[in-house]
């Protein structure tokens, strides 16, 4: 057996709860225990200001210029696992928008030999669309976007078997039979670019469906006589939602307002794309923020600029700005030692920071 390692912190976050002046324990890769840093037998090499759990991305598009849709290879998902490594995340969810159908096999193709390859950090393939609602399109391909029948659904989730996790749809343009089919291959299905009524979101997430893509954005709005999809976020009891914290995609009082109506109910996402010059999404940096033919059309977000704007812009706790980044998407995803919790027994997936949530440090 390895000798233990001693990471030392003045703060240390566990998902639940804060230690001071501790020291994590780690054999085997898993946390053996949490201890006071002054038991240690000697003085630590390294005492880091933060430490707490990596945080997970489960909406990704690309990163260094490769955007996945359009280069569906081992290379794009190892840029995109660098980028989200630098901003804290050790687990990312490439995800692709609204394609055909050759292009969604592709990029399963690209997530399974990259797997095989022994790549890290990527929980599986995220398929946003086509199965959405034209009339909440936002950048997505309009003349790709179409009802699935239950044979297209099948042939899609059988190719993808153990590779796609999570599928972004409209509830109303799905039929409960192809939804149904989606979860039976332990697939999580989100809600979103969706026009909904608050009875048809209702039902769906009554029926089953756990989660919303990006509150607010591509889906029908709250008001005081129609409450739609965002309506029936805010008022079910058990539904999650993604959020994109920018102050682009929804304002940081409409944070505000989310994080006061769903609790721990809501996640970050960042939604992040890059430069992309060729292919039906042609992303171009806009300040800090990506458009597409003068539509907002993703960020340039990193997990832990997430966490950053919920303290500072949102006025949220660290400590649950950490657990929305981390511990909240990974209930919903559910992948074995995906947690969000430095807890003995769990895996020893750690990000070490400075004293403004920023810059990780390398252990």
């Known amino acids: ?13 566990t998902g639940k709860q804060w230690h001071e002046n501790a020291t994590l324990v780690v054999e085997e890769g898993l946390v053996k225990e949490i201890i006071p840093t002054v038991k240690l037998a000697s003085s630590p090499a390294q005492v880091h200001p933060v430490i707490a759990p990596a945080l997970i991305d489960l909406q990704i598009y690309g990163a260094g210029g490769k955007l996945l849709s359009m280069f569906p290879d081992t290379h794009s998902l190892e840029l995109l696992y660098q980028y989200c490594k630098a901003g804290g995340a ?21 997530v399974r030999s990259y797997r095989e390859q ?20 936002g950048a997505h391909l309009a003349s790709l976007i179409h009802a699935p029948s239950l044979e297209e659904a099948k042939e899609v989730l059988e190719y993808g078997k153990g590779i796609i996790t999570m599928i972004t749809v409209a509830p ?17 299905v989100s809600a979103g670019h969706t026009n ?14 756990p989660a919303a893509t990006h509150l607010y954005n591509a889906m029908s709005p709250l008001q005081h006589r129609a409450p739609g999809m965002v309506g029936a976020v805010f008022n079910h009891s058990t539904v999650r939602s993604s959020i994109v914290p920018d102050g682009y995609h929804v304002d940081f009082a409409a944070i505000k307002i989310a994080k006061k109506q769903l609790g721990e109910r809501l996640f970050a996402i960042t939604d992040a794309v890059t430069e992309a010059t060729g292919g039906p999404y042609q992303h171009r940096l806009n300040g800090d923020r990506y458009e597409a033919n003068g539509v907002l059309s993703g960020s340039a977000l ?15 706790e660290p400590g649950e700005a950490l657990r929305m980044c981390s511990l909240y ?4 995803i559910q992948k074995p030692g995906i947690t969000g919790l430095l807890e003995p027994g769990h895996a020893a997936d750690i990000i070490a920071l ?8 390398s252990l």
């Open 329 to 332: 998407p990974a209930q919903l």
């Open 118 to 137: 022994g790549g890290l950090g990527c929980i599986g393939l995220h398929i946003e669309g086509p199965w959405i609602n034209e009339v909440k399109k």
């Open 90 to 110: 050790h687990w990312f969810q490439p995800t692709l928008a609204t394609n055909s159908r050759d292009v969604i096999f592709a990029c399963i193709d690209a």
């Open 172 to 188: 109303e343009v799905c039929s409960r039979e192809v939804i149904d089919l989606i979860r039976s291959y332990g697939v999580v």
């Open 1 to 13: 057996m390895k000798e233990p390692r001693y990471y030392s912190a003045q703060k240390l976050f």
């Open 196 to 209: 909904a009524t608050y009875e048809e979101a209702t039902i769906a997430f009554d029926e089953g469906i």
């Open 354 to 361: 400075d004293e403004r949530f920023g810059i990780p440090i």
């Open 302 to 316: 990193t997990m832990l600029k997430c966490v950053q704007n919920f303290i500072q812009q949102v006025g949220i």
